[in-house]
């Protein structure tokens, strides 16, 4: 596509509900990179793949988060029972290379836990 | 930890006013980025400096590298409403250059 595109948008759970978000980085692009953000705040890094790899997991939160990209390209966010304190902006970048020259962002998917 | 610490935080002005936003550490960086950020959107690069004083304008927006490459700047000349939104800068770490080192933001509204 001509751009990232994140699904879905908006996300609404009760406590204690697992939750998938989805990222569809710009084709062919090799890295890809999941953050957190808070209202008004600047994006936390999650966890960054590059092509299937997940070679970087250090900024997720606790072990309910876990993230995937099993063929390369599309990549899923679950966390399982969520807290309030997951709800955040869950952004997704990628880049063409393996570094950030140039990282490209989606509109973020918006969780509220309730 | 290198941390990049951003300022101001708030900025309200009106249209026509001239405004700098600083981007400051203590560590050294080989690149630095700056975002802007619309509400309910990701961030889209603006820039991204790379050479120690090294200025680069877009517009209006002037974006300047510290000689050090442990600090930038960003200048908006005469703003308008249309500038209003969140502007972040974010370091490429010099061990890990896949990694953004990110500033808290700076939001920025300009009144009409």
């Known amino acids: 596509g001509a751009g990232v595109s994140q699904s879905p948008r908006y996300k609404v759970a009760k406590r204690g509900q697992d939750v998938a978000l989805r990222c569809d980085p710009i084709?062919?692009?090799?890295?890809l990179f999941w953050y957190q953000q808070a209202l008004g705040q600047g994006p936390e890094f999650l966890t960054y793949f590059q092509n299937e790899a997940q070679l970087d997991k250090s900024g997720l939160p606790s072990d309910r988060f876990f993230a995937e990209r099993p063929e390369g390209s599309v990549s899923t966010l679950k966390i399982q029972r969520t807290q309030q304190e997951d709800s955040a902006v869950y952004l997704c970048?990628?880049?063409?290379?393996?570094?950030?020259?140039?990282?490209?962002f989606g509109q973020g998917t918006r969780l509220t836990v309730v | 930890t290198q941390l990049l610490e951003q300022s101001p935080q708030f900025l309200s002005i009106q249209e026509g006013e001239n405004l700098t936003v600083y981007c400051n550490s203590s560590s050294v960086f080989s690149s630095l980025q700056w975002y802007r950020q619309e509400p309910g959107e990701g961030p889209v690069l603006l820039v991204t400096v790379v050479t120690g004083g090294e200025v680069k304008k877009l517009k209006r927006l002037t974006f300047q590298f510290g000689d050090a490459r442990k600090d930038s700047s960003l200048h908006i000349t005469a703003a308008q409403p249309g500038d209003t939104g969140l502007y972040l800068c974010?370091?490429?770490?010099?061990?890990?250059?896949?990694?953004?080192?990110w500033g808290l933001g700076t939001s920025l509204a300009v009144n009409p």
């Open positions: 974010a370091g490429v770490a010099r061990r890990d250059n896949r990694k953004l080192i």
């Open positions: 084709s062919g692009h090799v890295s």
């Open positions: 970048a990628s880049s063409l290379g393996t570094s950030n020259t140039e990282a490209f």
